[in-house]
């Protein structure tokens, strides 16, 4: 009998054990919930306090819409597209992209945009959630005073400031082209093209935007060199894949370079209205729009309607390369190559040997090899805010009120920086489209190493 009520107290005991532990784990459970970031506790501000705010050195206005709002585009309702003028940009996209050393990328991003801890942080979106989003992740890194912005307040009242890039229509977001497809019956001329290299099409044939023609880069140029082919036999590419002076070209891949590389080459050549879809083929695939794997067919056309190039400036030559390099006053030329293959470490190119850059350009940066450009891409592979670009040039002492002639070793980064620029609204800009593959076979050509001389 003292057996069974040794076993009976040790069962109760046990039991109240058991409860009591499940209790203080729910108690903790409750505390890390009630812990969480809530819309509530984040406050919003007022227009006018935010506007008495706006450039004061102890606040940071930051938008955390996608890079395609902050550019210009209008989205959910806003009435004026851009940022609101002084706004920093963090968008909440980039807290979603899997990538490596993605904490460290973030925190250099803070860093940049100076977003630090004793400053007053605004918070704005349109949506309701994306400053939620980057609020629970600045709470997580310990910062404090955050608020709450909805920007279509702002941009309901004309007189209060709103920038955006002069030609941001240039770079279009996945649901612009997802609504162009949709108005496909209105008898609107437009194309749309996947660009990769390769006759192989991998990436076209794994799965492409709805009604997209592929286009290999050896159509638009040819080696050794790697510059774009004769005029002639652009022309002929143009007819081959339906494009007159007069299509909407719209461009994108998987890796994006060769889209502006494509994209460029169409511009000098005269097309009027040539867009690029900002963060490739990535975006429309986070946008969860159709894919489709049938192969398109290229349509002819027997006319391109203007005489190639129409526009000649926007790509040059070595002799205009030379043109710029001797008048340092009003030119530049910029290399848009890493720094090691700008000082001469390496060449970066397994079929280029030569190493070094023309003597007296300037480094623009890039990234960290030749087939990145983290320098001019954000987190998600849009295109990086340009007030940073501009900044970033500044202290390189490039002047975008000087003519710009962009190069790197065979002109696909150059190219997409060349666009960028022209996003921004910089007027008198150019590719180098030799860039330093051509300048290093010629021993006549000036050649610099190491650190320039400040």
């Known amino acids: 009998m003292m057996i069974h009520r040794k076993a009976l107290l040790f069962l109760l005991l046990s039991t109240f054990l058991v409860l009591s532990a499940c209790s203080n784990d729910s108690k903790t459970s409750n505390e ?39 550019n210009g585009w209008s989205f959910d309702g806003v009435k004026r597209g851009g940022h609101i003028k002084g706004a920093v940009d963090f968008s909440a996209n980039w807290l979603k992209v899997e990538t490596d050393k993605k904490d460290e990328k973030l925190t250099d991003a803070l860093k940049i945009k100076g977003i630090s801890h004793e400053k007053n942080i605004v918070l704005y979106d349109a949506n309701g959630k994306d400053a939620q989003n980057v609020a629970e992740y600045l709470k997580d890194k310990g910062f404090k005073n955050i608020y709450k912005y909805d920007v279509k307040e702002w941009a309901a009242n004309q007189d209060l400031a709103m920038d955006f890039f002069p030609n941001y229509e240039m770079l279009v977001p996945a649901t612009w082209v997802n609504d162009l497809n949709s108005s496909m019956n209105d008898g609107k001329p437009y194309k749309i093209f996947e660009v990769s290299w390769g006759d192989e099409a991998k990436d076209y044939k794994i799965g492409h935007i709805p009604g ?21 036999e652009l022309e002929k590419f143009a007819l081959k894949n339906g494009i007159t002076t007069d299509t909407k070209v719209v461009l994108y891949g998987t890796d994006s370079m060769p889209a502006f590389r494509v994209a460029v080459i169409l511009k000098y050549m005269g097309v009027k209205d040539v867009r690029v879809v900002n963060g490739g083929f990535a975006a429309w695939e986070n ?16 006319s391109f309607g203007a005489v190639v190039p129409a526009n000649p400036d926007y790509i040059i030559d070595l002799p205009g390369a030379k043109e710029i390099l001797a008048d ?15 000082t001469g470490k390496i060449s970066g190119y397994d079929y280029i040997d030569a190493k070094g850059r023309p003597a007296g350009s300037v480094w623009g940066h890039a990234g960290s090899d030749s087939s990145n450009l983290e320098d001019f891409r954000s987190m998600d592979n849009t295109m990086r805010n340009g007030l940073d670009m501009l900044a970033m040039w500044g202290k390189d002492g490039i002047n975008p009120e000087n003519k710009l002639a962009f190069y790197c070793g065979t002109g696909w980064r150059a190219a997409e ?20 593959n051509e300048w290093s076979i010629d021993p006549a050509n000036p050649i610099e190493k190491g650190e320039p001389n400040k």
């Open 328 to 342: 340092k006053n009003t030119s530049t030329l910029v290399d848009i190559r890493s720094w090691d293959e700008f």
């Open 32 to 70: 890390k919930t009630d812990k969480k970031v809530t819309s509530e506790s984040v406050p919003t501000i007022k227009t006018a306090d935010l506007k008495a705010n706006v450039g004061k050195e102890d606040w940071v206005i930051v938008d955390t819409r996608s890079n395609d709002a902050f």
């Open 417 to 436: 920086v060349l666009f960028y620029a022209d996003v921004l609204g910089l007027k008198n800009i150019a590719l180098y489209d030799g860039g330093w």
């Open 212 to 232: 997209a023609v592929h286009i290999n880069t050896d159509e638009v140029e040819e080696g050794p060199v790697w510059n774009r082919l004769k005029d002639k």
């Open 287 to 302: 946008a969860s729009y159709n894919v489709e794997t049938k192969e398109n067919s290229k349509e002819s056309v027997t």
